[in-house]
């Protein structure tokens, strides 16, 4: 059974960064996966305060917050089109509505599950992780990296097609 002893809402990026770097402690989102562990976790670090569950277009790419959930992703006309319903079909198929209401593609980036349709979709659509701290990595080198290395992930950029699907070109699904 899962076991936490405190809770903590960040109030900020630098302060969610610095409880996450005792080992002890753990960032949190939908708990989905985290929740069916036999963890003790001394704090429970809550990013949901912080902005990060917004889907925003740039001029060159999408970037997607990484407590977006993931029936955010399956509903996104936009990132949809660009990746011609793969990202939708990725997570359809996931337990049910309320489970994918509830799960955030953060967790499901993080947790690097091999069972996962959704890291399988953002590997071949050839995003980038953005690390508070650490910088943009490939997701590829992201997926790689040992869990003791792994920093929070802020956002992932979907930057493939973004230019051309904007200005309208003759790309097809």
């Given at each position: 059974m899962l076991?936490?002893?405190q809770?903590?809402?960040?109030?900020?990026?630098?302060?969610?960064?610095?409880?996450?770097?005792?080992?002890?402690?753990r960032i949190v989102g939908g708990m989905l996966w985290l929740k069916m562990s036999t963890a003790q976790i001394q704090t429970a670090i809550d990013l949901s305060g912080l902005g990060l569950d917004q889907i925003e277009e740039t001029e060159d790419a999408w970037k997607i917050g990484c407590?977006?959930?993931?029936?955010?992703?399956?509903?996104?006309?936009?990132?949809n089109e660009l990746s011609c319903n793969m990202i939708r079909e990725s997570v359809r198929s996931i337990v049910g509505v309320q489970f994918r209401n509830?799960?955030?593609?953060g967790g499901s980036i993080f947790g690097r599950f091999g069972f996962s349709d959704v890291l399988t979709c953002f590997l071949a659509l050839d995003i980038e992780v953005e690390l508070y701290?650490?910088?943009?990595?490939?997701?590829?080198?992201?997926?790689?990296?040992?869990?003791?290395?792994?920093?929070?992930?802020?956002?992932?950029?979907?930057?493939?097609y973004a230019q051309s699907a904007k200005k309208g070109s003759s790309r097809r699904c």
């Open positions: 076991k936490i002893k809770y903590v809402k960040a109030e900020s990026l630098e302060q969610a960064y610095e409880l996450n770097q005792k080992k002890t402690n407590m977006v959930s993931l029936r955010d992703l399956e509903l996104h006309e936009g990132l509830l799960a955030t593609i701290k650490g910088g943009i990595i490939s997701l590829e080198e992201f997926a790689k990296m040992e869990r003791e290395c792994l920093e929070n992930i802020l956002s992932l950029k979907l930057s493939l």
